[in-house]
């Protein structure tokens, strides 16, 4: 395969055109800090939190305190009193050990004292907030500024606090949930001896038809785990915005967004967020999610901010993938690749015309272990690892690509080349002194790509066209925060785009027998359906764009988009009688809503299930006791097939059918 880079790049330089239109785009997405953009987000953060919109003023302090804010311990103070509100006691004592390492007031300490006690308390720190309190006492007792009103408030508070602190201590010690939860994990792990991250119920093999492939070693029941994998790369996608309600028009961004509500390096959901030093758009959990991703690859993207969101994720996802890899090893397998190309189309010939006599012997046998050192790809002692090794080997499909799309592909990693040499140059050598000095000399030749850049830029440009095929869109179910419905409305949204080279394995159907779900960067494949011995494990991507379109002819064949929407409607009428209680009339629409999204995606599919799980709530809340039980069952077990049984919804289920048993029998009969 030839990946002309260098042709293209030349033929970029000839185009200056094309790359200031490029520029002017970029410029729209400037990510730098501004300490206006700080005290206009941290007083739409103030007047929220008058208003009790609590995860709305605490987004809003993130924001302020991502540019920089020049009141920087007042904003992450503000930000501790959202998180105490909505319940995060730990987050909130981060914020206010943040807040006072940043000079927070003297006069404004006995207030946050105050909070970090109650929070200690709460979390059942007795020993640390009887410390706190001592501490707020004495410095009361020496203020002269206060007056008497204020003195009065705090010393109330104390003594509030100094009895809760001895209802604490005299109730029993409960076992924290999250123990209970790790026990529950512990399912059974039988790795598999050639596939990293894989189970030992699925082997490895390689036919020409269907290439690389997974095939079940034993009858698999739905449910069971097949694959679990780290994300070798994994960007953000910053995602649809949704608007804070209510929000005045200004210059300055008050819609939210993927990126202002999830970690960008470990995508857990983003509670007293720590951001980039460099710039306002990452945003991370913890110190630690900000150090990795800062070694690692953002140290390079940060400068290229505005670049990377007007180019769109895939070619961030092909620039993180080589920073992630490291300099060496991509050069090594980029040099391996020109060098070995010959002997490696031999050695494919090989595999091939020994797979076909295996398969025309055909049946079982190509199960047996025997098949593994012929495929293409696995290491030398014959293992497939989701290494970068595995990751640069993935098809790019590249006869199938448009020569257009070839060409936006190789213009985008040509700009991107650019701005790294621009930017500066010697953090793509990774700690090698010498092609560090050849790095800086070649900043001066402005004009030509470094060498090493040429090499970088051949691997982007493979990893892009990769992409297309063998991009996983890691997804993740958001409830809706409105808090005024009884029912949770929640959507799946896409949160990042991401590579798993073991998962890519699965070759694509548009009736997969299997279903995925995430936790954080990692995912587990489960069988969605029986898998009998023998069957080839199938899965369907979200972004193998000509199969996709495939699937959506297939999907309109199916059902009207019309109908779907009837779907819609039924789901947002059971809503709104909820809301009013009307539990009967809700549960009638739903029930319709449910039929239709049945006829669509099928009775065991996850899309049923969240619908069965919204029923079970209505049901429940409405008293109508067998049949809560019945949904309650139903909705478990697609739900546990699909996300497994540590899944929030999942739970909740079992928690309302404890709940609806422990009834007591007169009330049952009375409300029924
Ligand atoms: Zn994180
Ligand atoms: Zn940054």
């Known amino acids: 395969m030839d990946l002309p880079v260098e042709k293209w790049a030349a033929y970029a330089r000839r185009r200056p055109a094309d790359e200031e239109f490029l520029h002017s785009l970029a410029a729209r997405n400037w990510v730098g800090k501004d300490p206006r953009a700080a005290l206009f987000y941290k007083e739409e953060g103030n007047r929220r939190f008058q208003e009790k919109g609590y995860t709305a003023a605490l987004i809003l302090y993130s924001k302020a305190v991502s540019h920089n804010s020049p009141e920087m311990s007042l904003c992450y103070a503000n ?111 039988e790795e598999n001896g050639k596939i990293s991250s894989a189970f030992s119920s699925v082997s490895l093999n390689f036919n020409s038809c269907r290439g690389r492939h997974l095939v079940a070693t034993r009858d698999i029941l739905p449910g069971e785990s097949l694959v679990k994998e780290e994300a070798f790369v994994s960007v953000l996608s910053p995602g649809k915005s949704l608007l804070l309600q209510d929000s005045a028009e200004t210059t300055w961004d008050t819609r939210v967004t993927n990126g202002d509500l999830h970690c960008h390096h470990c995508l857990k959901r983003l509670l007293a967020s720590v951001p980039c030093g460099g710039c306002s758009y990452a945003k991370y959990c913890s110190k630690k999610c900000a150090q990795l991703a800062w070694e690692h690859y953002h140290s390079t993207e940060c400068p290229l901010g505005a670049l990377l969101l007007t180019l769109g994720v895939f070619s961030h996802v092909a620039l993180r993938t080589v920073l992630v890899a490291g300099f060496a090893e991509v050069s090594s397998l980029v040099k391996q690749f020109h060098g070995d190309d010959k002997e490696l189309h ?23 272990e025997k098949a593994a050192p012929l495929i293409p790809d696995c290491e030398d002692d014959g293992q497939y690892r989701g290494s970068y090794q595995a990751v640069f080997n993935l098809l790019t499909h590249a006869e199938k690509h448009s020569p257009e799309h070839k060409f936006l592909c190789s213009l985008s990693i040509v700009a991107i080349c650019k701005k790294l040499q621009e930017a500066d140059p010697t953090i793509l050598s990774q700690g090698s002194c010498e092609s560090q000095s050849k790095l800086k000399a070649h900043m001066t030749m402005s004009a030509e790509l470094s060498p090493e850049l ?6 982007m440009l493979r990893h892009m066209l990769q992409l297309h095929c063998n991009a996983q869109a890691v997804t993740s179910i958001r409830e809706s925060e409105s808090g005024a419905s009884v029912v949770a409305d929640s959507e799946q949204v896409r949160l990042a785009t991401a590579l798993f080279p073991v998962t ?112 079970a709530q209505i049901l429940f809340n409405g008293f109508a006791v067998s049949e809560a039980l019945c949904t309650i069952q139903r909705a478990e077990t697609v739900l546990s097939v699909h996300c497994g049984p540590l899944n929030a919804q999942v739970q909740e289920l079992q928690e309302m059918r404890a709940c609806l048993l422990e009834l007591p029998r007169s009330l049952l009969h009375r409300v029924e």
Not at 351 to 362: F, I, L, M, Y
Not at 454 to 459: F, S, V
Not at 591 to 605: F, M
């Open 79 to 189: 930000r501790s009193a959202a998180l105490f509100h909505l319940g995060h006691f730990e987050d909130c004592l981060e914020d206010i050990d943040r807040a006072q390492a940043q000079g927070y007031p003297n006069r404004l300490q006995p207030k946050i004292l105050l909070r970090k006690t109650e929070c200690l308390l709460l979390l059942g720190r007795l020993q640390e907030a009887a410390g706190v309190i001592s501490k707020v006492e004495s410095k009361i007792a020496m203020d002269q500024s206060l007056t008497s009103t204020t003195r009065q408030i705090l010393l109330r508070k104390i003594s509030q606090l100094k009895v809760k602190a001895h209802e604490k201590e005299n109730s029993p010690v409960s076992v924290p949930e999250a123990l209970s939860k790790t026990q529950k994990d512990l399912e059974f792990w």
């Open 346 to 368: 031999k050695a494919e010939a090989r595999g091939k015309s020994r797979d076909e006599t295996r398969d025309s012997t055909a049946g079982m046998e190509g199960l047996s």
């Open 454 to 459: 040429k090499i970088l830029g051949e691997a």
């Open 504 to 615: 890519s394995l699965l070759n694509h159907s548009c009736d997969p027998n299997t279903s995925v779900t995430f936790s954080g960067t990692a995912v587990t494949v489960r069988a969605s359906q029986p898998i009998p011995r023998g069957q080839e494990i199938v899965h369907c991507y979200d972004q193998a764009v000509e199969l996709l379109m495939r699937c959506r002819v297939y999907a309109e064949n199916f059902l009207s988009a019309e109908h779907m929407l009837v779907g819609e409607i039924e789901d947002h009428l059971a809503q709104g009688y909820a809301t009013l209680g009307k539990w009967q009339e809700a549960a009638r629409h739903l029930r319709r809503s449910i039929q239709i999204v049945e006829a669509r995606h099928g009775p065991s599919s996850v899309e049923t299930g969240h619908e069965l799980f919204k029923l």
